[in-house]
DNA sequence: CTAGCATTCAATTAATTACTTGAATAGATT
DNA sequence: AATCTATTCAAGTAATTAATTGAATGCTAG
């Protein structure tokens, strides 16, 4: 019957993207890559899989579409393959922080801070940008904050944020942001902050997204090597 | 490190949803879904599978976040869980049509007609409709049709189309559509329509699409049974 | 053109998943 | 209370997937 295996067909090929999906070192791959595009081994350095799983990973990401790859020199280097890919991620993030209640608990269970500590949406920070009252902190590691960053935000990673603290003003408001929405890095940094007597708040989601809505970005220029 | 179990607890969390998304079978359960509460066994019935085996990808939907079941009487009734969810199925359609060569292959193979028959999008849609242009025609089962529909669409389920065709006025454009934008009913009933002499256009999405828009939908009311 | 490096491939093992079959459960109907 | 019906549970088999290890490939730079 033409019309069953037509949609049968077509129903194996979506499933594809799901099982590239349904696996969590994918997840965190993609997450990392939806910061700008790494190297095979920068990848596995980020993570804890070896090379050659994350090589095997990542094509697997490949193969369902999610990922493209290009060689330059002796690296190869994985790029996420269009922002209707962010968006699927965004989409992923939200059914599951809506529909199961384990991630609402394993947030809880892990940051002691109230009402997941008062998250700005980005209309709301380039608002407050504009008029100067806002000091943006990316908070991700100098080389995702190198590859593209919130247009006028500072970089402080996370680990050296307690050392340079010197470099906020504390008279100004601070929004931190990282690498998404449920991304540690900015809960702990808002926390930290506030413990020192800064006023502080989280970004409601992460570079990606603030990157695919359009808004505005500027990347740290690289001379070649 | 309370970050790296964090982490990965989330991605584990996360990973359950794209395990979900992983099976075909189930992504074809999702789209009847979509369209309307059903009960396992009607579920059962659509598809090619047993009614245990649907009620254990029911279950792992569940459990997944993504459906939510009731009992009604006799019968257990599964619903998607919200709009996010379709959302989500509408962003997994997209990224695999545009990323995996193989779905546009598939389309090309299974339907001869030229440039995927010419989709009008809800919007315009809607504008034809209030000039009286247009006629609406759902192409779905009574079933689903009965569940909800655009409003003021004609309910002629595709397989009985060549026998009403009296019932669709040969002076008015046409738009036929069904369950989503990948489904073949409403790719069918153009062709056949075009062949027919009418003016046949296909809907770009289906029903769940424009019900999550928020456009007009109206249902046939069910007296208690 | 050889040595070194990053990535991929291939083979293996352990774990997970899909589906089938038949029994069990929990409500509704008689 | 007994029976019927829709769904779920449980056990088993076949198939798929994740991760490890070590070898192979294909560039690059000396």
Redesign the interface.
């Known amino acids: 019957m033409?019309?069953?295996?037509?949609?049968?067909?077509?129903?194996?090929?979506?499933?594809?993207?799901?099982?590239?999906?349904?696996?969590?070192?994918r997840?965190?791959l993609l997450e990392f890559l939806a910061q700008g595009a790494r190297s095979v081994e920068s990848l596995a350095n980020s993570t804890?899989l070896s090379v050659a799983n994350t090589s095997q990973h990542l094509q697997h990401l490949r193969q369902?579409?999610?990922v493209t790859s290009q060689k330059k020199g002796l690296k190869v280097y994985y790029s996420i393959?269009?922002d209707?890919?962010i968006?699927?991620l965004d989409?992923?993030?939200?059914?599951?922080e809506?529909?199961?209640s384990?991630?609402d608990k394993?947030?809880t269970t892990?940051l002691t801070a109230k009402d997941h500590l008062d998250p700005i949406p980005a209309t709301e920070l380039l608002k407050r940008v504009k008029q100067d009252l806002v000091t943006v902190l990316d908070v991700r590691p100098k080389e995702e904050y190198d590859a593209g960053h919130v247009r006028g935000a500072i970089n402080i990673p996370i680990e050296e944020l307690e050392q340079h603290l010197q470099q906020l003003d504390p008279a100004q408001e601070i929004v931190a942001y990282c690498r998404g929405p449920?991304c540690?890095l900015a809960f702990?940094a808002v926390e930290q902050l506030r413990k020192k007597g800064f006023q502080a708040h989280r970004l409601e989601k992460g570079y990606p997204e603030w990157k695919v809505a359009g808004l505005p970005i500027e990347k740290t220029i690289s001379t070649t090597h």
Chains 1, 2 share one sequence.
Do not use: M
């Open positions: 033409r019309a069953n295996t037509f949609k049968s067909d077509l129903f194996s090929q979506f499933a594809r993207v799901g099982k590239a999906l349904s696996n969590p070192n997840l965190e804890s369902a579409g999610l393959s269009g209707d890919v968006h699927l989409s992923l993030r939200d059914v599951a809506r529909h199961i384990d991630v394993i947030v892990y449920h540690i702990d």
